[in-house]
C-alpha cells in the first residue's frame, strides 16, 4: 500500500498570508506512460463532505480559486494556498489516485489567526 | 445539478445492522463508480472500496472484507453500504463519492454519521 504523511498536522495563519501544506508517498506517483502524477487534495469544511480541489496534481477542479496552486512530482507534493481567507478554514487531505487501495493523507488542519 | 443525497444518521447497538443509501441524481448513474469512504470522529478519510455501477460487481479494502457489503438498486440510481454485526469501532460518518477517472472522487454525498453504543 502507498503510505501517505502529510506535514504539517495543523497550522494557524493571518488571513491575507500565504500557506503551504506538504504530502509525501512512500512510492512515485507518476506514471511513465503519460507523466502524470496521481494526487488530489481534498477541502473538508467543519460538519461537511470533502470538497475536490485539485488533482492529477496541478489540475485545478472547475470553479475552485485560482489562489490554490497544486505542485510537485514523483513523491514529494505541496499545496499552496495563496492570501489565505477566513473561509479557507477546514482540514486537507492529498490522495494518491494511483493504485489501488487508494489512499490519504493523515490530513491538515488550517486555522485562521 | 449533480448530487449525492444519502440517508439520514442511525443509532445501533452492537451486534445489529445498518444499511446506508447514497441516491444519485443528475447524471447517468452507471457511467461513473461509486465508492465509499470512512470519517471516523475527529479522524482522517478511509478508503472502504467500491462498486462498479454498470456490473454491480465491488471490491473492498482489505479492512472492510467480510461485514460491509456494497450493493447497487441502479434503477432507482442508488448505492447501499450494508454493515452487519456492528461494533463500536464502526461509529463514524460514511461518505459515497463518485469516481472520476484516474480514481478521485468528484462529487460526494453528504455523509451519514453511525453511532453504535449499547
Known amino acids: 500500500d502507498i503510505v501517505m504523511t502529510q506535514s504539517p498536522s495543523s497550522l494557524a495563519v493571518s488571513a491575507g498570508e500565504t500557506v503551504t501544506i506538504n504530502c509525501k508517498s512512500s512510492?512515485?506517483?507518476?506514471?511513465?506512460?503519460?507523466?502524470?502524477?496521481?494526487l488530489a487534495w481534498y477541502q473538508q469544511k467543519p460538519g461537511q463532505s470533502p470538497k475536490l480541489l485539485i488533482y492529477?496534481?496541478?489540475t485545478r477542479e472547475s470553479g475552485v480559486p485560482d489562489r490554490f496552486i497544486g505542485s510537485g512530482s514523483g513523491t514529494d507534493f505541496t499545496l499552496t494556498i495563496s492570501s489565505v481567507q477566513a473561509e479557507d478554514l477546514a482540514d486537507y487531505y492529498c490522495?494518491?489516485?494511483?493504485?489501488?487501495?487508494?489512499?490519504f493523507g493523515s490530513g491538515t488542519k488550517l486555522e485562521i489567526k | 445539478q449533480i448530487q449525492l443525497v444519502q440517508s439520514g444518521p442511525e443509532l445501533k447497538k452492537p451486534g445489529e445492522s445498518v444499511k446506508i443509501s447514497c441516491k444519485a441524481s443528475?447524471?447517468?448513474?452507471?457511467?461513473?463508480?461509486m465508492h465509499w469512504v470512512k470519517q471516523a470522529p475527529g479522524k482522517g478519510l478511509k478508503w472502504m472500496g467500491w462498486?462498479?455501477?454498470?456490473?454491480?460487481?465491488?471490491t473492498y479494502a482489505d479492512d472492510f472484507k467480510g461485514r460491509f457489503v456494497f450493493s447497487l438498486e441502479a434503477s432507482a440510481s442508488t448505492a447501499n453500504l450494508q454493515i452487519s454485526n456492528l461494533k463500536n469501532e464502526d461509529t463514524a460518518t460514511y461518505f459515497c463519492?463518485?469516481?472520476?477517472?484516474?480514481?478521485?472522487?468528484?462529487?460526494w454525498g453528504q455523509g451519514v454519521m453511525v453511532t453504535v453504543s449499547s
Open positions: 492529477l496534481a496541478s
Open positions: 463519492a463518485r469516481r472520476r477517472w484516474p480514481d478521485y472522487f468528484d462529487y
Open positions: 490522495q494518491q489516485h494511483y493504485s489501488y487501495p487508494l489512499t
Open positions: 512510492q512515485s506517483l507518476l506514471s511513465s506512460g503519460n507523466q502524470k502524477n496521481y
Open positions: 462498486i462498479n455501477t454498470y456490473t454491480g460487481k465491488p
Open positions: 443528475g447524471y447517468t448513474f452507471t457511467d461513473y463508480a
